[in-house]
Structure formats: structure tokens, C-alpha cells
């Protein structure tokens, strides 16, 4: 059972992973843009779930963003789960460690989408950073597609979110969902990206 859970941008494909992340924590914070999505993600939230505190917050304002981040933190303490879904890879990052500067964060998993760049690269990239920073239990969670040759299709929003449950119970330090055939030409799972790559 986590004590407090807090994930970024989890209202949307995230949605029921945020919903069965609720059952596993005292207290959950939901950090998206639209008071919208965070209320139909509330009206939802499971009976016996843990406390559910809603942030409505802009990353393309990253400094109100991050301190907002702060001020709820200053309040709840900080979490000992993230989960960050957001298309500003750097800040994420400078989240991360915004949020190891008052206590040490467990565990933060870092989403990356595979839209248009080889997401193997920016993950590299990204864990040089986070090495660089001294970043402690930071895990990156690649999210790849389904399917082989040319009948790979993008994952369904079920299939992301249950992806994201498994990598945040296994703690790896990289977890690929789905296959990343279609950036190394061969059928590729998180277990053998992690053997390959000397991750633990
Ligand atoms: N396989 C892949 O690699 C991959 C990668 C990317 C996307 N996809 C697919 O594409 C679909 C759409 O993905 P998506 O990322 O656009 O949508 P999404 O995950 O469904 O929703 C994005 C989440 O981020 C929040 N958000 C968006 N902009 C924000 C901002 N400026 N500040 C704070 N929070 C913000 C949203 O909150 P609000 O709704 O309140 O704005 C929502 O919680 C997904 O359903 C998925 O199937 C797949």
C-alpha cells in the first residue's frame, strides 16, 4: 500500500490505471490541466479507494507548474509513488527532482511515448540526465506497440494502463509495454531490452 500516490497527466488513456492506483493508496493526487477531466475521473473514484486530491496544473507553465507541485506537497508530504505521462520530457525531470529536494520519492516512473522519435534514444538521453542529477529510483516505462511487420497498431488505452500497473509492480529500471519492433526491427520485450542494455 503506498502512502501517497501522485500521478501526471493520468486522467486520459491513464485513466484506469489512476483508478486501480487509487485502491493501493491512503491518497492519491491527480495532477492534470482541466478541472473537466480530474471531476470525471473523481466521480468514478472506487468506493474504499484512498483520499483523492485533485491539481489542476499547466506544464506548459513550468514554473506555476512545479510549484504548484510544491505548495500541494508542502501540505500532503511528499509521495513515496509518481507516475508522470507528459509531453515535456525535461520537465519531468526537473519534477523528479524538485520533489527528491524535501524527501527522498521512492519510486517516479517516467512515461515515454514512441510517436516519432526512436523512444529508445530519449530514454538513454533522459537516464544520462537523470544519472547526471543524482536522480535515486527513477524507472522509465517505453511505451511501444502491438503486433508485428506491418500489422503493428498502437496500443489500446486498456493495454497502456495495464502495462503501466506491471512495470510500477516489477520496478524495473526500464519497462517496455507492447513491442518496439518498429524501431529495432526485431520483436523486442522489456526482459531482453534489459539484458541487452545491462539495466537492472
Ligand atoms: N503508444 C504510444 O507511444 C503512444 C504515445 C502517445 C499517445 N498514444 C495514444 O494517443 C492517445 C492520446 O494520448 P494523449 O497523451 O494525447 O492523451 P491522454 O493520455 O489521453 O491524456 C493526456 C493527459 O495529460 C493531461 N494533459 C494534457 N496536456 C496537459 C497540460 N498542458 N498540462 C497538464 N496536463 C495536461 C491531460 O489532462 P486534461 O485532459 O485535463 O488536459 C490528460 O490527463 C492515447 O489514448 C494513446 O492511445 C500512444
Redesign the pocket.
Known amino acids: 500500500m503506498y502512502t501517497h500516490t501522485m500521478i501526471i497527466?493520468?486522467?486520459?488513456?491513464?485513466r484506469s490505471a489512476s483508478l486501480e492506483l487509487a485502491t493501493r493508496s491512503r491518497r492519491l493526487t491527480s495532477v492534470?490541466?482541466?478541472r473537466r477531466?480530474?471531476s470525471t475521473l473523481d466521480r468514478d473514484w472506487p468506493a474504499g479507494a484512498g483520499a483523492h486530491d485533485i491539481l489542476s496544473?499547466?506544464?506548459?507553465m513550468p514554473g506555476l507548474f512545479l510549484e504548484g507541485i510544491k505548495h500541494h506537497v508542502a501540505r500532503t508530504g511528499g509521495p513515496d509513488l509518481v507516475v508522470a505521462?507528459m509531453h515535456e520530457d525535461a520537465l519531468t525531470l526537473r519534477i523528479a527532482a524538485r520533489l527528491a529536494e524535501d524527501s527522498p520519492i521512492p519510486h517516479f516512473f517516467h512515461i515515454i511515448?514512441?510517436?516519432k522519435v526512436n523512444p529508445l534514444k530519449i530514454a538513454d538521453s533522459l537516464r544520462m540526465s537523470a544519472e547526471a542529477t543524482n536522480l535515486h529510483h527513477y524507472h522509465q516505462i517505453v511505451?511501444g506497440?502491438h503486433g508485428s511487420g506491418r500489422r503493428v497498431r498502437?496500443?489500446?488505452?486498456w493495454e497502456?494502463s495495464r502495462g503501466v500497473l506491471q512495470a510500477v509492480e516489477r520496478q524495473k529500471s526500464m519497462y517496455v509495454v507492447g513491442t518496439l519492433e518498429r524501431w529495432t526491427g526485431a520483436p523486442i520485450d522489456a526482459c531482453d531490452y534489459q539484458v541487452r542494455r545491462g539495466y537492472r
Open positions: 497527466g493520468g486522467t486520459g488513456m491513464l492534470a490541466r482541466t477531466s480530474l496544473l499547466d506544464w506548459t505521462w511515448g514512441s510517436a511505451l506497440g498502437w496500443l489500446t488505452d497502456i
